[in-house]
């Protein structure tokens, strides 16, 4: 995800913060699915000319390099080609091309190397014992042409190898392992470090689109239901009360400007994240415009309780759920009378909604959505959230937010 971005910035891919890609890799290709060529060609070049230099410095000691000898670089550097597609073959082929070399007398260099590369391959891929067993397998057979074979393979007159020289072959063996075990344990490490940032990114992706979800029920269901009500009453006395018909469809000209305002807020943190919104988060200071509106709509709420000073997230959810709660007293109460109290103590805000009801239609109490939205709101500040009917009638909403920082989100 930050590489993405990174690329649609226009910059560079800034793959050193979270781990290198195999040479020539692209990011969006699965593992394996490139063919290296360049660097098989590089290698195999590299194989034949050093080859070349430890022949003449080894010619004493060593066979001469023939086309057979050619023939057996070339076949061991040229394996590497399928190194990512094939490795378990690749390193068991390096090993015994290169295990034939030996045993022809030709002269130690470079040729070696065509099986360490072979061996870090498979053991990033997760091939560690196939690995492993070549090494092993190539080791055992230096051991036998260097100790026993020798007086019947190539060049004449050879003697058997020193330990000081086993030493040495050894180390290069434990060396070439060491490095393939930190290089596949680093490459896993850095898988699970995108797979946790890619996650990460999935779950910030789904709060924002979780939060902006209930924005947009909140200023939606409640700009609506008052044009709702107003429409309903302005078509009821459009021909026997001409004036109040006209206040109706003020009140929805009123309500439809705000909606629109409040959306047009939403929107504008998904063109542009990270700005700074241009108008703040609504809070309870917004309280007697919403009190305002709901009389529009033809409910009277009495206040009571002074608005505390809160954290921007703690006074947005209460104001949402404030209104929430009216809009859902507008539309599913028979009441047109509805308390809001406000009370803080213990370190938390108590606002408590009620109705006198009786209930309207099936969605008594709100829907499904606005009381979902709700009880989310306060569970990310790490508050609580009853509604439900009273016993003596009506329905209450109760909620419970923490008035210092807590996990907001």
Known sequence: MDEQRVR?????VRWWRHGPPWPGH????????????????????????????????????????????????????????????HPVPVVFGTAAVTAVYLGAGYPYGPVLLTVAVACFAAVVAGHRRA?????????????????WLYRWLPPSGDRPASFAQEIVVATWVVVIVAVSELARTRREQWARERAERAQAARRRADEERLRIARELHDVLAHSLSVINVQAGVGLALLDSDPEQARTALTTIKAASKEALGDVRQVLDTLRTPGDAPRAPAPGLDRLPELVEQAARAGLTVDVTGKPPPLPPGTDLAAFRIVQEALTNVVRHSGSRHARVHLDQAGGALRLRIDDDGPAVGTDAGGSGNGLAGMRERAAALGGTIEAGPRDDGGFRVLAVLPTASGPQR
Not at 8 to 12: A, F, I
């Open 8 to 12: 649609e910035r226009g910059g560079p």
């Open 131 to 147: 690995a492993w067993t070549a090494l092993g397998v190539l080791w055992a057979v230096h051991l036998l042409v260097a100790h």
């Open 26 to 85: 692209r990011e969006d290709e699965a593992p394996g699915s490139h063919w290296p060529w360049r660097s098989t060609v590089l290698l195999t070049a590299f194989v034949l000319i050093g080859s070349n230099f430890a022949a003449h410095e080894q010619q004493a000691e060593r066979a001469a390099l023939d086309p057979f000898a050619r023939v057996l670089l070339t076949v061991a550097a040229g394996l590497l080609l399928w190194r990512h597609r």
